[in-house]
């Protein structure tokens, strides 16, 4: 039976800064702050010992891909990035960056196989981002959810987003939770 260990980003820098009814504070990408390196790194110290993982699923994001390295720096398991769980797109946080760019910050990840842009874009809008419809969102739970049932491994570590892991999983994840379900 396979084993999913759902854990969203540490605290970025737009969770942060974002106040409740406040605007966007425009942040692309945002990586994480302090805090969230710390709380990233604990969560890493929390799973030492812990389930040996064989396979672990980043997004694309600059946070995630930070959360897991120290998340995940003990472990051996390969790491996908992966697209499909990324971020619902509602906020400037969530425009990612090209994977050429990606490949600088992160060389010893593979972007090669993303399109770019790999985010959601409406190409009729001039807006300065775009928001994903939630039938999108939707639709790439299900694909996702698909994604992970139909893989080899047994034990696969997942570091996405509250939105997507929230539509997927029912539970509303605090910055460097980890939930663990056999969906």
């Known amino acids: 039976m396979q084993t999913f260990h759902f ?3 540490a605290q ?4 942060a800064l974002q106040e409740p009814g ?5 942040v692309r990408d945002a990586a994480l702050t302090e805090l969230g390196l710390k709380q990233a790194q604990t969560l890493g110290s929390e799973m030492t010992g812990g389930p040996v993982f064989d396979l672990v699923v980043i997004t694309p994001f600059t946070r995630t891909i930070q959360t897991a390295l120290r998340a995940f720096a003990h472990s051996p398991a390969p790491r996908v990035i992966l697209d499909l769980h990324r971020e619902h797109l509602d906020s400037y946080c969530d425009v990612g ?3 050429s760019h990606l490949c600088k910050l992160f060389p010893m990840f593979d972007f ?3 399109n770019d842009p790999w985010w959601f874009i409406d190409p009729s ?3 300065p981002y775009d928001k994903e419809p939630m039938d999108v969102l939707m639709k790439r739970v299900e694909d996702f959810s698909a994604w992970l049932k ?3 491994e047994q034990t696969i570590g ?3 987003h509250g939105t997507f892991l929230r539509a997927l999983t029912g539970h509303q994840f605090q910055n460097a939770e980890r939930l663990v379900t056999n969906l």
């Not at 406040?22 to 425009?26: A, E, H, L, N, V």
């Open 12 to 15: 970025s820098l737009h969770n």
């Open 158 to 160: 997942v570091v996405g």
């Open 7 to 9: 854990i969203r980003h």
């Open 150 to 152: 139909a893989r080899p």
């Open 22 to 26: 406040q605007p966007d504070p425009m």
């Open 125 to 127: 809008s001039d807006a």
């Open 112 to 114: 090669d196989h993303l």
């Open 97 to 99: 960056r090209s994977p």
